[in-house]
T-cell receptor
């Protein structure tokens, strides 16, 4: 079992719809979770961090964390073609600031 | 502007040659990291450093070496011992460990091709 798992996609949504990206993790003691966006050929860009159970909203983005289910998700409201990218889920491992990354979900928003 | 710079953006080398990738940050971050990304895969940690003059192996350190002589700089050397060096190399930094801020910020990356 991979430490951080994501559906590779592509996830295709129409413009204006809500895109829902999911991530599961295996280490129950993980405390910190991150979503990065990576455009093709570019480096990852931090979108959201979440540390507590529940929802965290930032503009069109909402991160949801459920530690009991070891599940973290990212919702993108009013999806735009410019949101088309690969979204990486990352989980902090242990006492050091080391992140474990999922392989990413490719999102395609079509007009 | 504060940020992380990596150079060069593209690098081509012949097999058997060592090559050094540069990473500089002016964010005043203590911790720095090197990752490798292969097509369709997530990022894998090569080395990390929490403080000057100290660094630790990550998950795939074989064939790589680093130094951390200055807070701002964390160069990565890809040696001839690395069996599959062609990849996208990403440098990242994060604030001081223990502050409760764990976000890592990435440089633009170096795409290394070895033939």
């Amino acid at each position: 079992q991979k430490e951080v798992e994501q559906n590779s996609g592509p996830l295709s949504v129409p413009e204006g719809a809500i895109a829902s990206l999911n991530c599961t993790y295996s280490d129950r003691v993980s405390q910190s979770f991150f979503w990065y966006r990576q455009y093709s050929g570019k480096s990852p860009e931090l979108i959201m961090s979440i540390y507590s159970n529940g929802d965290k909203e930032d503009g069109r983005f909402t991160a949801q964390l459920n530690k009991a289910s070891q599940y973290v998700s990212l919702l993108i409201r009013d999806s735009q073609p410019s949101d088309s990218a690969t979204y990486l889920c990352a989980v902090k491992r242990g006492g050091y600031n080391k992140l474990i990354f999922g392989a990413g979900t490719r999102l395609a928003v079509h007009p | 502007d504060g940020g992380i710079t990596q150079s060069p953006k593209y690098l081509f080398r012949k097999e058997g040659q060592n090559v050094t990738l540069s990473c500089e940050q002016n964010l005043n971050h203590d911790a720095m990291y090197w990752y490798r990304q292969d097509p369709g895969q997530g990022l894998r940690l090569i080395y990390y450093s929490q403080i000057v003059n100290d660094f630790q192996k990550g998950d795939i350190a074989e064939g790589y070496s680093v130094s951390r002589e200055k807070k701002e700089s964390f160069p990565l050397t890809v040696t001839s011992a690395q069996k599959n060096p062609t990849a996208f190399y990403l440098c990242a930094s994060s604030p001081t460990p223990g502050t409760g801020e764990y976000e890592q910020y990435f440089g633009p990356g170096t795409r290394l091709t070895v033939t």
